[in-house]
Nanobody, 115 residues
Framework: QVQLVESGGGLAQPGGSLRLSCTGPSAIFHLYQLAWYRQAPGSQRELVAGTTRNGSANYLDSVAGRFVISRDNPGKTLSLQMNNLKPEDTAVYYC?????????WGQGTQVTVSS
């Protein structure tokens, strides 16, 4: 059983910043595409940002320019730097690893943006 563990969620004010991290086995970081998803109450889970094995990235339009995804393969860490947070960024954030037909999810970390 592959275990991905997220951390770094919490409460932030509008305009503030948070940094999420996801750790897991080294094989995940050397083989898998990695991504951050989020799910707000009453909404479907959506892709926030993804990164390939070589580090190229893509973003949800509403977070582009505010969020930065990065991966440290030797350090076995996937990060999401979230700046200029907005109330609509409030959600549970999940990291996901994908390789071929294999996919693994973390347990999620709550991000709440409120004044």
């Amino acid at each position: 059983q592959v275990q991905l563990v997220e951390s770094g969620g919490g409460l932030a004010q509008p305009g503030g910043s948070l940094r999420l991290s996801c750790t897991g086995p080294s094989a995940i970081f050397h083989l898998y595409q990695l991504a951050w998803y989020r799910q707000a109450p009453g909404s479907q889970r959506e892709l926030v940002a993804g990164t390939t094995r070589n580090g190229s990235a893509n973003y949800l339009d509403s977070v582009a320019g505010r969020f930065v995804i990065s991966r440290d393969n030797p350090g076995k860490t996937l990060s999401l730097q979230m700046n200029n947070l907005k109330p609509e960024d409030t959600a549970v954030y999940y990291c996901k690893a994908t390789w071929s037909v294999h996919e693994f999810w973390g347990q999620g970390t709550q991000v709440t943006v409120s004044s």
